[in-house]
């Protein structure tokens, strides 16, 4: 298997791995991009703008918001990643025919329930599976979706911090007169790289968080059909799906990276 679990199938804590890393080329490429781009954005808005503005409230207010967004983005990046998504316990490759406990997956043998899918790049069956995004070098699952969904949250926020820190005094240029395409862009390629790196970050992020409040409030995955019924009794208004992902009271850990929320099951019976 390509994703690395820290116990062996065979181990019966396999249903509970304390280490869960898939190594996949492509998304340990995309997810160190990933990195590399926010540690930039951060380095080139110290040099190029902050430092320069000479104006230590300015530099410290705004600082210390972007940094704060950028760490946490990172914070649920790495959560997301290294959280095992819900794999399935593997078992014995399915024979044809009605088996007993419920549908086999015919690739690795789990016993599947509504909802889980198979991941051919983590070569597991995964609960509650959204879809395998190579950005958090991971499956977007049952147990790591809160982290992917704060991950997204935080990376349009600090990228709309940019957009509107650069793009407020360029427009105020604009609007008086004073913007001059040769001795304001040219001197300032850096600041230009910082606004099509946030903007594009900010496109990617607000839309894949759009589309994840969306399925999370109909409970449903990115891989699902829309008329799909997940099958939990009194499961039906968007607030209990909320708080099947986030948790099950509402809390300031539910925006926060480092508390893990109750297994889904749980959150449905409070
Ligand atoms: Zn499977
Ligand atoms: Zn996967």
């Known amino acids: ?40 954005e951060g380095v080139v808005l110290l040099c190029a703008w902050l430092l320069p503005v000479r104006h230590p409230a300015y530099s410290l207010v705004h600082g210390s918001l972007f940094y704060l967004l950028a760490f ?12 095992d998504p819900g794999a399935l316990p593997a078992g014995a490759p399915a024979r044809p025919g ?13 016993i599947q329930p509504p909802g889980a899918h198979h991941c051919s790049v983590c070569e597991r069956c995964i609960r509650g599976m959204d879809h395998h995004c190579p950005w958090v070098n991971n499956c977007v699952g049952e147990d790591n979706r809160k982290f992917f969904l704060l991950f997204t949250l935080y990376t349009a926020l600090a990228a709309l911090h940019l957009l509107l820190l650069l793009g407020v005094p360029a427009l ?3 609007a008086l007169g004073e913007w001059n395409l040769r001795t304001t862009v040219q001197p300032r390629g850096s600041l230009v790289f910082l606004f099509l790196v946030a903007l594009k970050g900010f496109l990617f992020a607000a839309v ?37 992902v986030l948790g099950h009271r509402p809390s300031p850990a539910w925006i926060s990276p480092f508390a893990s929320p109750e297994p889904r099951a749980m959150s449905l019976q409070l």
């Not at 340990?28 to 930039?40: G, H, K, P, Y």
């Not at 946490?72 to 959280?83: D, G, N, V």
């Open 208 to 244: 894949m968080f759009t589309v994840q409040i969306h399925t999370i409030l109909t409970d449903r995955t990115g891989i699902e059909p829309p008329q799909r019924q997940r099958g939990a009794p009194g499961l039906v208004s968007p607030w209990m799906n909320l708080k099947a």
């Open 72 to 83: 946490l983005a990172l914070a649920s990046h790495a959560r997301t990643m290294l959280t």
């Open 1 to 40: 298997m390509l994703s690395w679990a820290g116990t062996t199938e065979m181990d019966p804590a396999a249903h509970a791995p304390r280490v869960w890393f898939v190594l996949d080329a492509l998304g340990l490429v995309c997810a160190t991009a990933t990195w590399l781009l926010v540690m930039s």
């Open 98 to 110: 009605p088996t007993p406990g419920g549908p086999h997956c015919p690739l690795c043998g789990a």
């Open 172 to 174: 105020r240029a604009y």
